[in-house]
């Protein structure tokens, strides 16, 4: 099989845990390897067919492990604009509703110009208006409550990295919905 330009990214295999909880996005190459190992079962296939000298077969899209594994889990994320949206889920600690990436801004629970750091446990994730009403306020002054107290994280998930949601493939949809928390 000849065929790498073929398949581009849009082709790659969203593998999630036995427990349905997405993990990361392999190539097509190492979906069909998983497969071959009887280490995943099948959930979604791709539409496009790949062509072999004897067979012809539709390549994976979802995989699901049959045995559970541990989620890896990374000491000290990185600290960036980024990263809060992904902690956040991309929802807006405010009004609790989900923002695609250019709406959202990142806010300072404590205004910046009250000394308030930029560090994980005083940023949050705000939509553009939430942000606005709240101005250069503490969430008490302002009467907006957050939705929780900002953390450091100690992982996030390896798939958000690889994949921003507005450009997965619709197949995928359903499956990043049960992303862990
Ligand atoms: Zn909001």
């Not at 909880?21 to 979906?31: F, M, N, T, V, Y």
């Not at 992982?155 to 493939?169: G, K, R």
Request: proline share 8%; charged share 25%; aromatic share 10%.
């Amino acid at each position: 099989m000849q065929a790498t330009d073929v398949f581009s990214t849009t082709l790659r295999a969203l593998v999630l845990n036995a427990s349905y909880e997405p993990l990361r996005i392999i190539s097509w190459q190492k979906a069909l390897i998983m497969w071959f190992q009887d280490k995943v079962e099948i959930l979604e296939f791709h539409s496009t067919k790949v062509r072999s000298v004897s067979n012809s077969f539709h390549l994976p899209s979802v995989l699901r492990l049959k045995t559970y594994i541990r989620p890896k889990r990374v000491d000290g994320v990185r600290f960036c604009r980024e990263n809060v949206y992904i902690r956040d889920l991309h929802t807006c600690q405010y009004c609790v509703k989900k923002f695609n990436h250019k709406d959202l801004t990142i806010d300072h629970v404590l205004p910046a110009s009250q000394g308030g750091p930029k560090t994980w446990t005083n940023v949050v994730t705000a939509c553009r208006p939430c942000n606005q009403r709240k101005a250069n306020r503490t969430p008490e002054k302002a009467k907006m409550p957050l939705l929780k107290p900002p953390r450091a994280p100690t992982w996030l998930p390896v798939i958000e990295h690889e994949v921003h949601p507005d450009s997965a493939p619709m197949v995928w949809k359903d499956y990043l919905r049960f992303k862990a928390n």
